[in-house]
Structure formats: C-alpha cells, structure tokens
T-cell receptor, first 113, second 109 residues
Framework: EPEVTQTPSHQVTQMGQEVILRCVPISNHLYFYWYRQILGQKVEFLVSFYNNEISEKSEIFDDQFSVERPDGSNFTLKIRSTKLEDSAMYFC???????????FGPGTRLTVT | RKEVEQDPGPFNVPEGATVAFNCTYSNSASQSFFWYRQDCRKEPKLLMSVYSSGNEDGRFTAQLNRASQYISLLIRDSKLSDSATYLCVADSGTYKYIFGTGTRLKVLA
C-alpha cells in the first residue's frame, strides 16, 4: 500500500538554525500539506500546496517558513531561523483530489534547544 | 466557539462495551468530514469518512447531521487495540483539515 514517508524522524537543532524537513507524498497525489502538533495539543494546519504553488497558509506559516517541491517526488518544509516554540511534531500529508482523504506521513519530531 | 469541538475524555470502558463519541463543527462551509485515529506520538490514521447517509465499517459506525453540525462515531464490541485518541476532522471548505482536540479512549481488560 502506498504511503507518505518523512525524514528525518527526529531532528534536534539549536535556536536560530535552519532546518529542512523532507516528505515524499504518495506518487499520484496532487495536493500536499504540512501540519504540526505541539505536544499535548491538537493538529494544526500550516500550509497547502497544489499545482506547484501555495494554495493556502495559516497565521503560523510566517516569513520564516517556506515550502518547495524541488522535483517530482519530494516536498520540503524549511524553517529559516528556528525558535523554541517551533518544537513540535511536523506531519506531511497528501491527497489525490479535492475534498478527498488526506494520508499522513509518520512525522518529524523537531526539538529546538 | 472552537471550529471543531470534542469531549477530550478520557473514556475508560471495559472490553466488549459500546462507546460513542460526538463532535460539533462551526464552519457551515465544511463539506467533508472524517474520523482519524492517533496513537501516542504517531501520525493520524484515517479511520473512516463520514457521510450524511451514515456509514459503517465493521464495528465502527459514523453519522453526520448537517442541520445540527454534529458528527458521531460509535464503536461496538470494543477491543483493547481500540485504545487511542480519536480525532474528529472537518474540511475547511478549501481542502485543508480542521482538527478537533481528540477524544481519548482506553479499553480496559
């Protein structure tokens, strides 16, 4: 069964450093997402990406965040200068068509020290 | 009012019990609804989509009431392996998901 994969599973970084979280969505899917979940809190939408551009972003997704689909398979989330409050689990998801079901990757646990 | 609201629980039930979870949503533009299951520190996994006509998958039944903006999940004959957090999800109307805080279920032997 096709699945979304993410690397790394855990990333520890110092405040102010740049991190890149990587995702490989399911191959025939067209819509890509990043969500985050701070420990003990609900899953929150960050950004959606369709047709090689951002379709929607949340208030959390400020100028420190960017996304890219550099080739036909990878989908990345970059945080330019990490803050302590960026510590969270980051989930990538993909969907094959609008209003369909989203499938989530196993997540990257980001710890900012 | 929270966009998607759920009772956080925990619900502690004996094996074999029937348990029901409820959820309300505030965005009338939402068109698609889902229940996801999340185990501790893992990703949300799709349990089932929710349709106005109701849908059933084995021991799980989901219902949607658009007039009341209310979604439910019924689990019959609970198993130990059903212990998890159940996430109610509404599409925002723009293909992004709005998650509830989740309802924790613990099935006891």
């Amino acid at each position: 069964e096709p699945e979304v994969t993410q690397t790394p599973s855990h990333q520890v970084t110092q405040m102010g450093q740049e991190v890149i979280l990587r995702c490989v969505p399911i191959s025939n899917h067209l819509y890509f997402y990043w969500y985050r979940q701070i420990l003990g809190q609900k899953v929150e939408f960050l950004v959606s990406f369709y047709n090689n551009e951002i379709s929607e972003k949340s208030e959390i997704f400020d100028d420190q965040f960017s996304v890219e689909r550099p080739d036909g398979s990878n989908f990345t989330l970059k945080i330019r200068s990490t803050k302590l409050e960026d510590s969270a689990m980051y989930f990538c998801a993909s969907m094959d068509q609008g209003a369909g079901e989203q499938y989530f990757g196993p997540g990257t646990r980001l710890t900012v020290t | 009012r929270k966009e998607v609201e759920q009772d956080p629980g925990p619900f502690n039930v004996p094996e074999g019990a029937t348990v029901a979870f409820n959820c309300t949503y505030s965005n009338s533009a939402s068109q698609s609804f889902f229940w996801y299951r999340q185990d501790c520190r893992k990703e949300p996994k799709l349990l089932m989509s929710v349709y106005s006509s109701g849908n059933e998958d084995g021991r799980f039944t989901a219902q949607l009431n658009r007039a009341s903006q209310y979604i439910s999940l019924l689990i019959r004959d609970s198993k130990l392996s059903d212990s998890a957090t159940y996430l109610c999800v509404a599409d925002s109307g723009t293909y992004k998901y709005i998650f509830g805080t989740g309802t924790r279920l613990k099935v006891l032997a």
